[in-house]
């Protein structure tokens, strides 16, 4: 089973990010584990347009990286009470791809307010592609990552316990 970790933000000091590569070294432990790890900073993904952004060679990238996972983890920022708009885009130029798909969320926000922000993206994934979605996440207000450290130790037990769920649900559904 092959699961890839998504990295949503576009900032290079993105907290979201501190927590995918903590969830990578945690899988990484795992000897048998595949894992691929795709970050938007390396994409020049075209802003949906509903046409020719789908023949792009980025978006055939990201499709193809969906396609070939099993299992996949958005790390996104929060911004205004929603993921931000690069995770969106990233949805809109491949989400189809996600179809049958387990995936899972980690969410970097200013606050503690908008904890349940990602709801609105899990229910569209469910609905409109089948999605699976793991029902526990990691969500990190400001306090849970200051700036210019690494995560916290409970952020990263959160994060393995995150990660340990996930793949038992995936490894359960791909087997299945």
Same mark, same amino acid.
């Given at each position: 089973? *092959? $699961?890839?970790?998504? &990295?949503?933000?576009? #900032?290079?000091? &993105?907290? $979201?990010? *501190?927590?995918?590569?903590?969830?990578?070294?945690?899988?990484?432990? %795992?000897?048998?584990?595949?894992? /691929?790890?795709?970050?938007?900073?390396?994409?020049?993904?075209?802003?949906?347009?509903?046409? $020719?952004?789908?023949?792009?060679?980025?978006?055939?990238? @990201?499709?193809?990286?969906?396609?070939? /996972? %099993?299992?996949?983890?958005?790390?996104?920022?929060?911004?205004?009470? %929603? =993921?931000?708009?690069?995770? *969106?885009?990233? =949805? !809109?130029?491949? +989400?189809?791809?996600?179809?049958? *798909?387990?995936? +899972?969320?980690?969410? /970097?926000? +200013?606050?503690?307010?908008?904890?349940? &922000?990602?709801?609105?993206?899990? #229910? $569209? @994934?469910?609905?409109?592609?089948?999605? =699976?979605?793991?029902?526990?996440?990691?969500?990190? +207000?400001?306090?849970? @990552?200051? %700036?210019? !450290?690494?995560?916290?130790?409970?952020?990263?037990?959160? @994060?393995?316990?995150?990660?340990?769920?996930?793949?038992? =649900?995936?490894?359960?559904?791909?087997?299945?």
């Amino acid at each position: 089973m *092959k $699961s890839l970790i998504i &990295s949503c933000s576009l #900032n290079g000091d &993105s907290k $979201s990010r *501190k927590m995918a590569r903590e969830l990578e070294r945690h899988w990484l432990a %795992d000897e048998a584990m595949d894992l /691929a790890v795709l970050d938007l900073r390396d994409l020049d993904l075209p802003l949906c347009d509903g046409g $020719s952004a789908y023949g792009h060679p980025a978006t055939q990238q @990201l499709q193809a990286a969906f396609t070939t /996972a %099993d299992a996949v983890v958005f790390a996104a920022p929060i911004y205004n009470y %929603d =993921i931000n708009a690069g995770a *969106k885009n990233v =949805i !809109e130029l491949a +989400g189809r791809h996600l179809t049958d *798909k387990v995936v +899972g969320f980690l969410c /970097a926000a +200013g606050g503690h307010h908008s904890y349940m &922000s990602v709801m609105a993206v899990a #229910n $569209s @994934l469910m609905l409109d592609f089948r999605t =699976i979605i793991v029902p526990r996440f990691v969500y990190a +207000g400001g306090d849970d @990552l200051p %700036d210019g !450290e690494e995560v916290t130790d409970d952020i990263r037990e959160r @994060l393995a316990k995150f990660g340990d769920e996930f793949q038992r =649900i995936a490894r359960a559904l791909h087997h299945a």
